[in-house]
């Protein structure tokens, strides 16, 4: 696999291909096409990506709620949120945290911090920070929420959350 190659999903393969079943038609970068069956391409990039957004317009409010998001199926976000992509369209004035919550699916207004995503001062690129690896179950609830106290500054805040089906 090369950063670029291009797949296109088969999700019901003509009899007529080699391995008749559902797979990818992988186009690499010097324009030759070959079709990959399903099995090469999950041995090749793991289990299928989990990736929650969110975009908040102007300057957020104390303990404002940022994104509230109730988990489709078992996700695991890996240490230190691997992947993860936070910003903001204005710098902070200080250093700012923001905190990734969980609450289970049985008691889903429960949240304890499981996250950070903590902007420096004249930061405009979050840096993420957990201790291990967080599983959520399937109807768990993801929340990000502001700081106790809002930054003068910090505002168009933005986050892509990417775990791993599980």
């Known amino acids: 696999m090369s950063d670029n190659d291009i797949y296109l999903v088969i999700s019901d393969a003509p009899s007529r291909l080699s391995y008749g079943g559902p797979g990818f038609v992988r186009i690499s970068g010097d324009g030759q096409a070959s079709v990959v069956p399903d099995s090469a391409i999950a041995a090749a990039i793991g289990s299928s990506s989990y990736i929650v957004g969110c975009y908040v317009p102007g300057a957020m409010t104390a303990d404002q709620t940022l994104l509230y998001h109730r988990v489709a199926k078992a996700v695991t976000l890996p240490a230190n949120l691997g992947g993860t992509l936070a910003g903001g369209g204005v710098a902070a004035t200080g250093s700012t945290a923001i ?62 959350i990417v775990g791993q089906e599980t």
């Open 99 to 160: 905190v990734l919550q969980q609450a289970t699916a049985a008691a889903p207004t429960t949240f304890t911090t499981v996250a950070t995503i903590t902007f420096a001062a004249a930061g405009a690129t979050g840096t993420m920070s957990t201790q291990a690896a967080i599983l959520f179950a399937q109807g768990d609830v993801l929340r990000v929420r502001g700081p106790g106290v809002a930054d003068a500054t910090l505002a168009d805040f933005h986050v892509s």
